[in-house]
């Protein structure tokens, strides 16, 4: 089974703080993704890598960036925390052109 | 640009109440739709995929159904565990990208 893993599922960081957020997939999948959920917005698209080192912004990269130094581990940095980016972060793979698999999700409160 | 529509956003059903829930979309081309279940507080569980217009997939209470503008997610005799929210998905064909566009889901709930 296609395991996807999120490093944590619940963080609580300060405004300010730098934030990372790390994802690791077992299945050699080139593809993956970062998400952010909100109630009533649905899944938003933050970033997106087809490839080690190589990265593609979604439709809010604003105040994220992304890291892919190896192809399993997909990391998502929050430059300077703020209480907007309080929400669910939802990391995902994929191979080529097939379903995206998610991880469990990570619940963050910037205060 | 790639669109998705679900319908309703939200259901309630007693248990054994059968219905459908609809995902309308519009792609340049159809390369995949994904059907997802996602419970709360936690990241959403792959259903199905369907590829071209007139496949059908099944997985317990649950059937997918795929035509050229929309997708059906048919739920028989559901019971309260199935109580989640319903996500579809579309991948396009034009381009290189492989990413897929979401809809906003339906949150369904079945009492007993």
């Known amino acids: 089974d296609v395991k996807v893993t999120q490093s944590s599922r619940y963080l609580v960081k300060r405004t300010g703080e730098k934030v990372f957020l790390e994802c690791v997939q077992d299945?050699?999948?080139?593809?993956m993704f970062w998400y952010r959920q909100d109630p009533g917005l649905g899944l938003r698209l933050i970033y997106f890598?087809?490839?080690?080192?190589?990265?593609e912004k979604g439709d809010i990269p604003e105040g994220y960036s992304v890291s892919r130094e190896k192809k399993e581990r997909f990391s998502l940095i929050l430059e300077s925390a703020s209480t907007n980016q309080t929400s669910m972060y939802l990391c995902?793979?994929?191979?080529?052109?097939?379903?995206?698999?998610f991880g469990q999700g990570t619940r963050l409160t910037v205060v | 640009e790639d669109q998705v529509t679900q319908s309703p956003e939200a259901l309630r059903l007693q248990e054994g109440e059968s219905s459908s829930l609809n995902c309308s979309y519009t792609?340049?081309?159809?390369?995949?739709l994904f059907w997802y279940r996602q419970d709360p507080g936690k990241g959403p569980e792959f259903l199905f995929t369907?590829?071209?217009a007139g496949e059908e997939k099944e997985k317990e209470r649950l059937k997918a159904t795929l035509t050229k503008k929309e997708s059906f997610l048919h739920i028989t005799a559901p019971k309260p565990e199935d109580s989640a929210t319903y996500l579809c998905?579309?991948?396009?064909?034009?381009?290189?990208?492989?990413?897929?566009?979401f809809g906003r889901g339906t949150s369904l709930i079945v009492h007993p």
């Open positions: 890598s087809y490839d080690v080192k190589m990265k």
């Open positions: 369907l590829y071209s």
């Open positions: 792609v340049s081309g159809l390369r995949g």
């Open positions: 299945m050699d999948h080139e593809n």
């Open positions: 998905a579309v991948q396009a064909v034009s381009g290189g990208s492989y990413i897929p566009t």
């Open positions: 995902a793979s994929s191979s080529a052109s097939t379903e995206a698999f």
